[in-house]
Nanobody, 124 residues
Framework: QVQLVESGGGLVQAGGSRQLSCAAAGRTFSMGTMGWFRQAPGKEREFVAAITWSGDRTNYADSVKGRFTISRDNAKNTVYLQMNSLKPEDTAVYYC?????????????????WGQGTQVTVSS
């Protein structure tokens, strides 16, 4: 089992930055791929970014490329999402997710472990 807890959400102005953190508890955290997803009101949950256990490969949604950066610190069992140049359309609940293996999947159904989410609101 893997337990995930997100933090760092809040209200930020358009153009600003925010860093989200996801603390994981579980014996095999270092063996898994970690991902960030988001869900805006009335919309489906969508992929944001993913990173392999070693941190050597990442994958991003086109909508956040060049603005968001995913990273991880296995010694701290934590994955981060640095969000820069935020836009109102980035407003959503952001979820951390985990899966076994090194596939940088963007599909929600391929991640069995999820956090409860943290709200990010970007004001214009």
């Amino acid at each position: 089992q893997v337990q995930l807890v997100e933090s760092g959400g809040g209200l930020v102005q358009a153009g600003g930055s925010r860093q989200l953190s996801c603390a994981a508890a579980g014996r095999t955290f270092s063996m898994g791929t970690m991902g960030w997803f988001r869900q805006a009101p009335g919309k489906e949950r969508e992929f944001v970014a993913a990173i392999t256990w070693s941190g050597d490969r990442t994958n991003y949604a086109d909508s956040v490329k060049g603005r968001f950066t995913i990273s991880r610190d296995n010694a701290k069992n934590t994955v981060y999402l640095q969000m820069n140049s935020l836009k109102p359309e980035d407003t959503a609940v952001y979820y951390c997710a985990a899966r076994r293996g090194a596939v940088l999947s963007g599909r929600t159904q391929e991640y069995p472990y999820w956090g409860q989410g943290t709200q990010v609101t970007v004001s214009s």
